[in-house]
Structure formats: structure tokens, C-alpha cells
T-cell receptor
Framework: GAVVSQHPSWVICKSGTSVKIECRSL??????MFWYRQFPKQSLMLMAT?????????EQGVEKDKFLINHASLTLSTLTVTSAHPEDSSFYIC????????????FGSGTRLTVV | DAKTTQPPSMDCAEGRAANLPCNHS???????VYWYRQIHSQGPQYIIH???NNETNEMASLIITEDRKSSTLILPHATLRDTAVYYC??????????FGQGTRLTINP
């Protein structure tokens, strides 16, 4: 079945530093990937849509200069949290459409970011 | 994307069928109904999806009303491992999925 690998699964960083999260589609190509953020006891909030070979599309209220998205190949999208602050601590999850014939979506296992 | 409405929480006894309702009265004709579940601190897991016909797979059954304004996810024989937050989402076509608040299902021994 379709697998999306997300790395790292958890990371702790100091305030002011940047953190990169990778999302890879292992057995299928993904021209589009989606990035979500989830705070404790809340639902997933869509942050942006990552498009291979073009600029990402950000949801309203998401700072594109803070959350840099790069989709350099058909199997890899990265999210970089720049100049991280404690309020950026959250669970970040990526997803990709994985079944071209019936539009299923596969999610990564998530990255727990803690900014200290 | 159509908005969905789900009860915030439900309980079910182990071994019984768990029936999770979802209202999606504004769903458009080309939008699918997707069900995912999320166990604490993990990524959402795909369960099932459908357009207008009822669907069944190894995990669950999906019953969609004829007018497509609501659906029910059925876990036929719930186990303790089915305790999770269940999300019903209307969308698809490789477009973004927007999550609602979901239903926190607790399976009791």
C-alpha cells in the first residue's frame, strides 16, 4: 500500500533556530502534498498545499516566510520552521493523495516539534 | 470543501457495533465522504471512503444516505484498539482535505 514517511518523528530545538521536516512518498509519486499542524486536543489544521515544481499555496493566516515549503521532487516535500518560537511547538503532519483512481490520501506519522 | 458535523464523543462496548454518524448536508456532487481515525500522537489512518454507494472493507462499512447529506461509519465488532478520534471529511479529487473536530470514540471493556 501507499506509504508516506515523515522524518523526524520528534525534535527539540532552541528558540530562534530553524527546523526542517521531511515528507517522502515511498512507493508512489506525489505532485501535491499537504501540511497540517495539530495542537493538543485539537483537530488537524491545514497549513499549506505543497506543489512539485511550483510555489506552495498557504492557508489564510499561515505565515509563508515562517513556514517554508519546498517540493523539489515527486517524492519529497519539506517544511522548514524558521526562527522557531515556543508557540510553534506542535504536531506537524504531512499527507499526499495516494490513489489516483479513487482519490485516497495517505498521512505521515507526524513530527512532534518542541521549541525551548 | 463541504463542512461536516459529528458528535464530539461516543462510547461503545467492546464486541458491539460502533455506529458513528456524520452530517454533510452541503456536500457537492463530486465530493467523496472520507473517514479517517487518529490514535493519540499518530498520523490519521485511512478507514474508508465513498461517493454515493455504500461501501465495505476489512475495517468498516460506510452507509451514505440517498440524498448524500449524511453518512454512518460502522465498526462491526469494536475492540479496545478502536478507541480513537474519528474524522468524517467531505472532499477529494486530490484536493485538500479539511478536518472538522471529529468524534472521540471510546470502546469500553
Amino acid at each position: 500500500g501507499a506509504v508516506v514517511s515523515q522524518h523526524p518523528s520528534w525534535v527539540i530545538c532552541k528558540s530562534g533556530t530553524s527546523v526542517k521536516i521531511e515528507c517522502r512518498s515511498l512507493d508512489f509519486q506525489a505532485t501535491t502534498m499537504f501540511w497540517y499542524r495539530q495542537f493538543p486536543k485539537q483537530s488537524l489544521m491545514l497549513m499549506a498545499t505543497s506543489n512539485e515544481g511550483s510555489k506552495a499555496t498557504y492557508e489564510q493566516g499561515v505565515e509563508k516566510d515562517k513556514f517554508l515549503i519546498n517540493h523539489a521532487s515527486l517524492t519529497l516535500s519539506t517544511l522548514t520552521v524558521t526562527s522557531a518560537h515556543p508557540e510553534d511547538s506542535s504536531f506537524y503532519i504531512c499527507s499526499a493523495p495516494s490513489r489516483p483512481n479513487n482519490y485516497g490520501y495517505t498521512f505521515g506519522s507526524g513530527t512532534r516539534l518542541t521549541v525551548v | 470543501d463541504a463542512k461536516t458535523t459529528q458528535p464530539p464523543s461516543m462510547d461503545c462496548a467492546e464486541g458491539r457495533a460502533a455506529n458513528l454518524p456524520c452530517n454533510h448536508s452541503t456536500i457537492s456532487g463530486n465530493e467523496y465522504v472520507y473517514w479517517y481515525r487518529q490514535i493519540h500522537s499518530q498520523g490519521p489512518q485511512y478507514i474508508i471512503h465513498g461517493l454515493k454507494n455504500n461501501e465495505t472493507n476489512e475495517m468498516a462499512s460506510l452507509i451514505i444516505t440517498e440524498d448524500r447529506k449524511s453518512s454512518t461509519l460502522i465498526l462491526p465488532h469494536a475492540t479496545l484498539r478502536d478507541t480513537a478520534v474519528y474524522y468524517c471529511i467531505a472532499g477529494g479529487g486530490a484536493q485538500k482535505l479539511v478536518f472538522g473536530q471529529g468524534t472521540r470514540l471510546t470502546i469500553n471493556p
